[in-house]
């Protein structure tokens, strides 16, 4: 499938173009100096000189905005790596800045992109459909993340929703209307999701439920069923019939189709993400009008295979060495985050490897830790775990009332050294193994897991 | 009747998980319960959703939530009267942030509308004009708040705060600490929490007794002997909760001593 590249039709205003400029150097500053990657400060020079800079940036643009609590980044990734053979050249905020400084200066960095995937964090998405007019907008999940910092999940909803009813204008421009992908399974998402004229529901999944009991419409109670159908006692609201769903491994349209979903990526919700970004692709391409069948067949399987070996998304996932020793990186930002860890280590199973938890709670965290009491750390019962990171002590009368048997260790990285000598059974985990588990095998050992919040995370990865 | 001797096991209910509970509240409930069970007493942890009657129970702890899951709370819990019913006959009850609004005689919702609380404290809740209070608060008890088991006056209440509401406390109940750093009730007396009989409540949301487990200790103090002088329960290993409490309020001492730093800095400008 190939793309008629109409070029963004960028003529841009004196002042627009001196604000290109401000961010051109600002990154280049930013870099010589050594004072980050040079994505934020840059775009933030640049949209002081000129507010509406982004709108002037995209005009003319393919954009796809995908947002949600989790999975934005990577399926961020795995859209772009769907497209970059097609939309040529493409320009994508990889690097997390997910507001309008990191946005601008993206698109900065690519002045000849025809199209662009960007992030977009949940509380832009009203002012960055309104700045790139998207075609499309992929809607993950939404659940509790960071309360100090960040409107509480209900006034999100709300914001989502008045955002997407306004797209109503935008699909009179016919061809140009933007088609909104939404999980059918996410009750918040699904409100916010209805106001948009055109939608294709995906039945991705939802890990949490907790914030998504009360109805967003009306107040009452959703219920929900066997497997993942949901409706409100009070009203209407139920889950959409759905256009595709992940049903294990496997993509299933509503015609019946499946296809295979296999990712180096691992886990569940890494495979819900791929699900989405498969329905959303072929409308940033011409074949699919909004008005369409989704799309199924030739293009699908193309899409599933060229995410197939996208293997880590800004170092997440990826793997490291430690003093010999596998250790896998793993993020998780909020309760729903850790909830879809636990479940990739169940999938993995092997309860022989430690885990090592970093806990921070800087700006970019949120300064309350009380999100720690809703992870089901239970879960990690049996395991050998060390708790680390600026808060551990926090993290530590967590694991306590968990019953999780655990060390405490106040430098990240002797945490991992801790974590090799449990490894190496120089060190027997606390909690005797369970009898009833397989005996170790001559198989390479499992990787060391390492789990960390936002910046305890980005702090490991600097000092690896 | 010391721990041991009770026949029927302690039953601990959560209220209304999936309304109030937006900041991990549940984790009350959890140490409460675990606390009991170290000591070897038979404990029975109930989360008591929404929609059904309420369970009867020796503890029941609320949480916080978003006003509207607020009010269908209090609406619910009225019109069960199980609790009610309870705290007459002894039961503890623990509020922390909306649930400890839903506790008083009245408390607002998003548009400053009134409504019904449970009346099972004598306090009143208005929306705040100002920003919203949030952050550590640390805050030292009032002098005639409860004392522990065995007599000695509890240790100061450290947490964190995140609500808009300001509560005055009537004559009828007693606030239960006194603000050092933070705001708390936000009335302007510097109060922070209230409580009666063995109604308490408190701003702290979150799991504020794995941060004040002798609070802790405490509710569960009343719930296993209802004499009028409880005997002091079973130590336990507390180095863990310790260790959290002397590193969080000295990050607030720290950050004290930053703010008067910064202070002194610019006035010298
Ligand atoms: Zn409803």
Redesign the pocket.
Known sequence: MTVTPVGPSRNLTARATAAVDAVKVGNWLSRTLGRGSGTVVGGRVGLAIDPTLLASLARGMRVALVTGTNGKTTATRLLVASLACDLVPLASNDTGANMPAGHVAALVASPRAVGAVLEVDESYLGQLIEATAPRVVILLNLSRDQLDRIAEVRMLVDRWRTALGHLGQASDRGEDGTVVVANADDPMVVWAAMAAPCVRWVGAGQVWHDDAVG????????EFGSGGAWA??????ARPERDAWLDDRQLVSADGVRQAVDLELPGRFNRANAAMVALAAPFMLDEDEPGSRPASGRYLDTVLSRMAHVDQVAGRFSSTTWKGWEVRLLLAKNPAGWTAIFDLLDEVGAHDAPVVLSINARTADGLDTSWLWDVPFERLVGRSVVATGDRRLDLAVRLRYAEVAHTVVSDPLAALDRAVEMHAGCDSPRVPSDPSAAPPTLARPRPIEFLGNYTAFADLRRRL | MSPGDRNSALTIAIVFPDLLGTYGDGGNGIVLARRAAWRGMGVELVQAGSGRPLPSADIYCIGGGEDGPQVRAATSLNEDGTMARAVEQGAVVFGVCAGYQLLGRSFPDSTDRAHDGLGLLDITTRKGTGPRAVGELVATMAPDAPHQAGGAALPRLTGFENHGGVTSVGPSARALARVVRGVGNGGGDGTEGAWSGRVVGTYLHGPVLARNIALADLLLGWAVDPSDSPEPLPPLDDSEETALRTERLRAVERSDRGHVVSRLFRAGR
């Open positions: 109805c967003p419409a009306c107040g009452g109670r959703i409100c006692d009070r009203c209407e609201l």
